[in-house]
T-cell receptor, first 111, second 115 residues
Framework: TQLLEQSPQFLSIQEGENLTVYCNSSSVFSSLQWYRQEPGEGPVLLVTVVTGGEVKKLKRLTFQFGDARKDSSLHITAAQPGDTGLYLCAGARNSGYALNFGKGTSLLVTP | DSGVTQTPKHLITATGQRVTLRCSPRSGDLSVYWYQQSLDQGLQFLIQYYNGEERAKGNILERFSAQQFPDLHSELNLSSLELGDSALYFC??????????????FGEGSRLTVL
């Protein structure tokens, strides 16, 4: 059983479109992180959200942590081909515990 | 460049064999994590070491073992290999004991193919 469920699994859109990917769980997390992974490379951290209801913006990317700290979303505005990659959410239930990752959303943005 | 170095990048071996994957963490990072990534299971946490001591275990098989040496580099040993062990194995390091708020820095991975 996957602790973190991500949806959709695959997303193919055209440049300029907006999109939202979701990360859901029945467990409460002390914090949640989003990573992006490109082919042949390891995941790279995009953001960490800690407080329930928190919203963080990173240029065209907006991250939200659910009020109950069980879910999160990533919204990309005006997607670009450079946004193509695998987006992974990861959470740890308690301080000092290792991160558990979702299976990821594979995003393809075509020109 | 994350600063985490993994070797080898690619490895092809036969069922029943044993391999060792090596990881050098980022300079100054005391925590090392091993993850296995496959298409069907995603990124699965295997084991964590902090300053030479095992701190947490995830879905690590008994055929697998790991250790962290005094110079903080780590090795993941995979034995009696099966076809299903074919995957990408990532090492990550962090400065903190826990990874829930601190950033994990990942290496480029070791791709293991078992034939």
């Amino acid at each position: 059983t996957q602790l973190l469920e991500q949806s959709p699994q695959f997303l193919s859109i055209q440049e300029g479109e907006n999109l939202t990917v979701y990360c859901n769980s029945s467990s409460v997390f002390s914090s949640l992180q989003w990573y992006r992974q490109e082919p042949g490379e390891g995941p790279v951290l995009l953001v960490t959200v800690v407080t329930g209801g928190e919203v963080k913006k990173l240029k065209r990317l907006t991250f939200q942590f659910g009020d109950a700290r069980k879910d999160s979303s990533l919204h990309i505005t005006a997607a670009q081909p450079g946004d193509t990659g695998l987006y992974l959410c990861a959470g740890a239930r308690n301080s000092g515990y290792a991160l558990n990752f979702g299976k990821g959303t594979s995003l393809l943005v075509t020109p | 460049d994350s600063g985490v170095t993994q070797t080898p990048k690619h490895l092809i071996t036969a069922t029943g064999q044993r391999v060792t994957l090596r990881c050098s963490p980022r300079s100054g990072d005391l925590s090392v994590y091993w993850y296995q990534q496959s298409l069907d299971q995603g990124l699965q946490f295997l084991i964590q070491y902090y300053n030479g001591e095992e701190r947490a275990k995830g879905n690590i098989l008994e055929r697998f073992s790991a250790q962290q040496f005094p110079d903080l580099h780590s090795e993941l040993n995979l034995s009696s290999l099966e076809l299903g062990d074919s995957a990408l194995y990532f090492c990550a390091s962090s400065a903190l004991l826990g990874s829930n708020t601190g950033e994990l820095f990942f290496g480029e991975g070791s791709r293991l193919t078992v034939l």
